[in-house]
């Protein structure tokens, strides 16, 4: 598996982007990543996924994440996420000219895929969103969400501990290591960061009913850290979506038990959506 890796750069920050395609591509892939984690971490299990069914994945490191430079867990805003998101769409499009296209999100990055899906009008053949961050699972401290909201105005962009239990990323003890040692891994987040994120997932619940692209739902019961049930209302106000619940399920489920299962119904789902590109949905 060949990476390559893209220039991009947003405004002033560089992008870490790159770029992996099987021999014959039907599809591409655009994949955004979680909160506190980064895109190297779907190495080793969505993209060798993604491209056996044929999709070229084209990822990247968010502000504040991975490889791309910025303070750790900051953002500008909320529009500069969705901005980013278009920009490495186009440069995707740019590579593989002409290949249908489909978005690919888990937890933070299913916010931002569904978000994106709802607000702008860039043509998607599909979209998948996995554990999307709709709805917190637990309630962080009090203290910490008012201290948040009241710097927000002040100092939007200082940092503090998120509060992420890293037990609940998997059922797999080995998965949860792995998370706690990444070196490019963190658990820090600024208030622009964290409470335009919320308020999105919120908003994207209300305005489910203007998504206009196909869109797999993918999210476990046992998640203690994203409410399944925000997602479960999502799907009940949306006309597009398909959901498939995973009982007992952690977070990130294509790490969990459940991993093969969830993987092979993504696939499926990828790849029936490539066969009828030329016969409508």
């Not at 491209?51 to 968010?62: C, E, H, P, S």
């Not at 249908?100 to 009008?121: A, D, E």
């Not at 692209?213 to 006309?239: C, P, V, W």
Request: glycine share 10%.
């Amino acid at each position: 598996m060949e990476t390559i890796t893209l220039p991009l750069k947003y405004k002033d920050t560089p992008i870490y982007c790159w770029y992996v395609a099987p021999p014959v591509i039907k599809g591409l892939v655009v994949l955004v990543h979680g909160f506190g984690e980064h895109s190297g971490r779907y190495f080793t299990d969505v993209v060798p996924a993604l491209l056996k069914v044929n999709m070229a994945v084209i990822g990247y490191d968010n502000f504040g994440h991975g490889q791309t430079e910025g303070k750790r867990g900051d953002c500008p805003s909320y529009g500069d996420l969705m901005g980013l998101l278009d920009m490495v769409i186009a440069k995707g499009k740019s590579v593989v000219p002409g290949t249908p296209v489909f978005l690919y999100g888990h937890s933070m990055g299913g916010n931002l895929v569904l978000n994106y899906g709802i607000r702008t009008k860039t043509p998607l053949k599909g979209i998948v969103a996995s554990s999307p961050y709709l709805k917190l699972a637990f309630q962080p401290p009090k203290w910490k969400m008012i201290l948040g909201k009241a710097i927000m105005g002040i100092f939007p962009h200082i940092t503090m501990s998120s509060g992420l239990d890293p037990e609940g990323i998997s059922r797999i003890p080995e998965e949860v290591e792995h998370y706690k040692q990444d070196p490019l891994g963190h658990d820090m987040v600024s208030p622009m960061f964290a409470f335009p994120v919320i308020a999105a997932g919120q908003w994207a619940i209300e305005n489910a009913s203007k998504l206009k692209t196909k869109t797999l739902l993918l999210h476990g019961t046992g998640d203690k850290i994203i409410d399944y049930r925000g997602t479960q209302d999502f799907h009940n106000n949306a006309s597009v979506t398909s959901l498939e619940l995973f009982e007992g399920g952690y977070h990130e489920l294509h790490k969990d038990l459940c991993s093969k299962e969830v993987l092979q119904k993504i696939s499926h789902w990828l790849k029936l959506k490539t066969i009828i590109r030329h016969s409508g949905d």
